[in-house]
């Protein structure tokens, strides 16, 4: 009797030969990367770009503000949105590592698909959806990954192949479950689409004073829309989605740069010493100085 199918072998196979030890991986497809991990770890906190990332074996647990997802093998999480989050793989082993796959999506490849072709836009409310969701992969959709991986064999394919293969990728994206939280984010002068230009501002910007009423005026919002639009997409506020940013990047200059408490804090916008060391404290569980130790060096580039 032939056994059924399953892509989740051969996308673990895949990524086993292209991921010698633990980290992340960049491919020779733009914007795909690979990840393993071979033992549980600590939370790590850290920013997603708009992708769409699947776990082929283990599992992992992320938070968006008061929001926690759990996943593992066969799923996938939709990321409609730059998100600032904080990340745990749960179950991993030496024999059995942690193997992920990520896309990044491109925005304009998205948009020239919704040009030339009639997505049905009738699920799409006018109440904003979350910009991160958790789904179970499609037969269609791993067996367009799969397709997709696969090229990481035939490097002479990649060029003709990957753009069509990753079009098919956004289109099944679009047409299955998550496909109103994209449709949201893409479609111009939705609040959905405004909350997105007022994220990509933050990023850009997150060191300088955050003026609410100068925000909201910039992506075309009342400044009770932004603040309820804003929430009701990434789970966080203005306020705090730039405090988060903040302080990830603060932890990044400590560990990475070597850099001390003061000078991070003030690096990243914080004119009070005392203010960056309680917001830090609150957001990671332990002061700036006791949460870096040991952490700097090689080993600490989370």
Known sequence: MTLPFNPNQELASIIDRFTPADG???TPIDGLNLYRQAAATVWQHGAYRPCYAVVVQGRKTLTVGADTYHYGAGEYILTALD???????TNAG??????CFGMALDSERLNELLARVDIPRQAVTAEPMRGLAVNAASPELLDASLRLLRLLDRPEDIPAMAPLIEQEILYR???GPNG????QVAMAESQSNR??????WIRGNFVQPLRIEELA??????????????KAVTAL???????????????????????DVGSAGHRVGYQSPSQFSREYSRLYGLSPLRDIEGKRGPVAAE
């Open 24 to 26: 992340e991986y960049r």
């Open 83 to 89: 998100l600032p989050v904080s990340t745990q793989v």
């Open 94 to 99: 030496s024999d059995t590592p942690y193997l």
């Open 173 to 175: 994206l679009l047409t």
């Open 180 to 183: 109103p939280r994209l449709l």
């Open 195 to 200: 909350v997105a230009r007022a994220v990509a």
């Open 217 to 230: 005026e910039r992506v075309g919002m009342s400044v009770s829309s932004l603040h309820h639009h804003f």
């Open 237 to 259: 506020t203005p306020i705090q989605y730039q405090k988060q940013l903040r302080l990830h990047e603060a932890r990044r200059l400590m560990i990475v740069e070597q850099l």
